[in-house]
């Protein structure tokens, strides 16, 4: 008498059935992680740390001395012994610039007493995640008041000569305690 209740077969049936939608349901799951893993682990919990940074910055990151431009987008940060970049997009380099000290407002944006042309020997950063750098780029040299190096890598422009690009993506390399 098969198929009569209580043999055990229906039940057999049910329990593969269910097994296979909890295996399906698992793999999707795994899936879903797999493909946000970049979103779901970033190291301490912030969004904007690079896979091998060993520091958390503050949620507002000041270097050289200022706050990076409010508004910035794709921030992103490399920390590593002491030592910090932090890549940001925004149309207000020119004002961090300034605000920072690192480029006095009255100077010229490609001065070549605060910094100078990239060229293929000046190394750029390798494992900071977002974004990266479009040539042509500059790079600025600053000492804090504290005696600190801090760098600024920016874009400029590859079409007007004394501009940088709108908005224009900035590696910022500094210090901090």
């Not at 490609?110 to 750098?133: H, N, Q, S, W």
């Not at 690009?165 to 901090?176: D, K």
Request: glycine residues 12%; contains cysteine; hydrophobic residues 40%.
């Amino acid at each position: 008498m098969s198929g009569t209740p209580g043999n055990g077969g229906g039940v057999r049936r049910l329990l593969s059935c269910l097994g296979v939608v909890v295996v399906v349901l698992a793999v999707l799951a795994g899936g879903v992680v797999w493909l946000l893993r970049d979103e779901l682990f970033h190291p301490f919990g912030d969004a904007r740390a690079c896979v091998g940074s060993d520091a958390k910055l503050p949620g507002v990151i000041s270097a050289g001395g200022a706050p990076i431009p409010a508004g910035a987008s794709d921030i992103h940060y490399l920390t590593r012994n002491g030592r910090a970049e932090v890549a940001f997009v925004s149309g207000r380099i020119p004002d961090y610039l300034d605000r920072a000290g690192i480029l006095p407002d009255d100077k010229p944006l490609f001065d070549r007493k605060y910094g100078e042309k990239v060229d293929d020997g000046i190394a750029r950063p390798d494992d900071l995640c977002g974004t990266p750098l479009r040539e042509p780029l500059w790079l600025y040299h600053s000492t804090t008041d504290d005696g600190a190096d801090v760098s600024v890598l920016v874009e400029r422009s590859p079409t007007v000569n004394d501009a940088l690009r709108f908005p224009a993506r900035a590696v910022i390399t500094y210090n901090f305690p």
